[in-house]
């Protein structure tokens, strides 16, 4: 795997502070993956040919962030039958509860899965993806199996502060 094969797309610059961390857990998995920038409503052709030209460049998910009245998760699945995750990114007035509707609500007929609001949203994408990978790629499946390892193993070794 060389060329990308997840694609992290965001709304805006500002959708960074979250979506950097789909793209950390990608770079530990070692998936190749790009990261773009692409609004629905302010750059809608630029969308439009993103989602149509996805699959035929390699991609085989897509993981989509956006904040406010999100929908580009919604509108990029409306023109690819590639999986979306979609990432509702923390918004300034409604904290990313109008993300996290605007994305879950899709109506019947085109899928988006969704995920937790900000970064923890964004990192299970970005695990999501990997699992979708993993059902053809053992060394991957190997890896998650050790990533879930090394969690429970990181668990089980906290401790708490002695109370009096
Ligand atoms: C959405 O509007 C973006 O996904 C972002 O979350 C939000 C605010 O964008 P900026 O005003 O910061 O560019 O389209």
């Not at 793209?23 to 993103?50: G, W």
């Not at 699992?131 to 090394?150: N, P, T, V, Y």
């Amino acid at each position: 795997m060389d060329h990308p094969v997840v694609s992290i797309v965001m709304g805006s610059s500002s959708d960074w502070q979250v979506m950097r961390h789909a793209a950390s857990v990608l770079k530990n998995f070692c998936i190749p993956h790009e990261t773009m920038i692409i609004s629905a409503h302010r750059t809608p052709d630029r969308m439009f040919e993103y989602a149509e030209t996805a699959h035929d460049r390699g991609i085989r998910c897509i993981i989509a962030g956006a904040g406010g009245a999100a929908h580009l998760p919604g509108m990029i699945a409306a023109k690819t039958t590639l999986p979306v995750l979609g990432v509702p990114v923390t918004s300034k007035h409604l904290q990313g509860v109008d993300s996290l509707l605007s994305i879950v609500q899709m109506p019947k007929g085109v899928p988006v899965a969704t995920f937790a609001i900000g970064e923890a949203g964004a990192a299970n994408a970005a695990l999501f993806a990997a699992a979708i990978l993993a059902g053809g790629d053992i060394s991957l499946a190997e890896k998650l199996d050790q990533f879930r390892k090394d969690q429970a193993a990181s668990v089980a070794a906290m401790t708490l502060p002695e109370s009096c």
